[in-house]
T-cell receptor, first 117, second 112 residues
């Protein structure tokens, strides 16, 4: 099946720094990718929809200047957490919809655990 | 906001038993999907059921959908220790590019 990778898998940074997370579709093209965050023992919350060649669409309550998304190519979307603070510590997961017609499941990356000290 | 609510929040069973979990949602949907997440990992797509379907099977998985009650159930038969994971339902309003709203999840522990 289709594979989505994320890099890094784990990052620890100091408060105030910016962190970039990459999401790649390895064997298929994804014009759309999704970014989620998941706090411990909670569900996934959709943050934004990443669109290749255009601006990302953010969910209500998500600061677009805080979470910068760039979908530079058909296989790569990046999420940059700017000026990270401890409350940004979370598990960030990206996904891409499967190819083909009709409703389809999504392929998820393995996630990136961000810890802000 | 979360679309789905799931119950139970946690389920502990022994190998060989069946595990049943439920999901309720609030708005109209195009399809409902179930995913599994092992601790600290990404999600794995298990099964998708369309809004005009009532039941679907895949291996040891059986999913039902009742759109009048806005609810779905996932049944795992003859559970195995490897089924230990969190299970999430997710709803999609369209069949285009699959923007999903996830439920709270059910944590399943299967003991040998």
């Amino acid at each position: 099946g289709a594979v989505v990778s994320q890099h890094p898998s784990r990052v620890i940074c100091k408060s105030g720094t910016s962190v970039k997370i990459e999401c790649r579709s390895l064997d298929f093209q994804a014009t759309t990718m999704f970014w989620y965050r998941q706090f411990p023992k909670q569900s996934l919350m959709l943050m934004a929809t990443s669109n290749e060649g255009s601006k990302a669409t953010y969910e209500q309550g998500v600061e677009k200047d805080k979470f910068l998304i760039n979908h530079a190519s058909l296989t790569l979307s990046t999420l940059t957490v700017t000026s990270a603070h401890p409350e940004d510590s979370s598990f960030y997961i990206c996904s891409a919809p499967g190819a083909g017609q009709g409703p389809k499941g999504q392929f998820f990356g393995p996630g990136t655990r961000l810890t802000v000290l | 906001s979360q679309q789905g609510e799931e119950d139970p929040q946690a389920l502990s069973i022994q190998e060989g038993e069946n595990a049943t979990m439920n999901c309720s949602y609030k708005t109209s949907i195009n399809n409902l999907q179930w995913y599994r997440q092992n601790s600290g990992r990404g999600l794995v797509h298990l099964i998708l059921i369309r809004s005009n379907e009532r039941e679907k099977h895949s291996g040891r998985l059986r999913v039902t959908l009742d759109t009048s009650k806005k609810s779905s159930s996932l049944l795992i038969t003859a559970s195995r220790a490897a089924d230990t994971a969190s299970y999430f339902c997710a709803t999609a309003k369209t069949d285009s590019w699959g923007k999903l709203q996830f439920g709270a999840g059910t944590q399943v522990v299967v003991t040998p």
